[in-house]
């Protein structure tokens, strides 16, 4: 199974500052790599596809980039409906696997 | 409304089953491919079994040969038999539209194994 490692593992941040989480992959997963939001008590959402392509009625702050190994996942602007929990998961290979998630909080 | 809403979770005992259900609503379900997703808190978020359109399902190693995918069109519902359970399968379990990028997701049912 191909490990994905998120980083950090939670952050606090005010809003307005821009936010930057990366998902680093154990292996060459090419562009096949989504980013999820979960709120807290919600089911994940889809946020970004294929790596940065932004999924349909997602807010223009968030973006993602990256191919291979190393990828990143921005919030330009934190806002306050933006706290929860954000993960990453890929899809080169099966299993499809999910990263730790990354607790993102105001500060 | 394009949703998914899953139902039949609960508390059972180790080597009990359980059928969970996730009737869709804007979208059909034969058409598309769905998938199962359970999340812990010790081991986060995991893939359990997917559906393509055609028929072909996949299952995780954890849960193969013990939970099986189906779907019933007249219902537009989507279902996980799930066999032989144990302690480890206590999670949320969510159905989801797709395989590889899951863009619809349900609220999610919980699942309790445990004497």
């Known amino acids: 199974d191909i490990q994905l490692t998120q980083s950090p593992s939670s952050l606090s941040a005010s809003l307005g500052d821009r936010v930057t989480i990366t998902c680093q992959a154990g292996q060459d997963v090419n562009i096949y790599l989504n980013w999820y939001q979960q709120r807290p008590g919600k089911a994940p959402k889809l946020l970004i596809y294929?790596?940065?392509d932004l999924a349909t009625g997602v807010p223009s702050r968030f973006s993602g980039s990256g191919s291979g190994t190393d990828f990143t996942f921005t919030i330009n602007s934190l806002q306050p409906e933006d706290i929860g929990t954000y993960y990453c998961?890929?899809?080169?290979?099966?299993?499809?696997?999910f990263g730790g998630g990354t607790k993102v909080e105001v500060k | 409304e394009v949703q998914l809403v899953e139902s039949g979770g609960g508390l059972i005992q180790p080597g009990g089953s359980l059928r969970l259900s996730c009737a869709a609503s804007?979208?059909?379900?034969?058409?598309?491919?769905m998938t199962w997703v359970r999340q812990t808190p010790g081991k986060g978020l995991e893939w359990v079994s997917f559906?393509?359109?055609?028929?072909?399902?996949n299952y995780a190693d954890s849960v193969k040969g013990r939970f099986t995918i189906s779907r019933d069109n007249s219902q537009n519902t989507l279902f996980l038999q799930m066999n032989s359970l144990r302690v480890e399968d206590t999670a949320v379990y969510y159905c989801?539209?797709?395989?590889?990028?899951?863009?619809?997701w349900g609220q999610g049912t919980l699942v309790t194994v445990s004497s």
């Open positions: 989801a539209r797709g395989v590889n990028t899951l863009d619809l």
């Open positions: 804007g979208f059909t379900v034969s058409s598309s491919y």
């Open positions: 559906i393509y359109s055609g028929g072909n399902t």
């Open positions: 998961q890929q899809y080169d290979s099966l299993p499809p696997t």
């Open positions: 294929d790596a940065s």
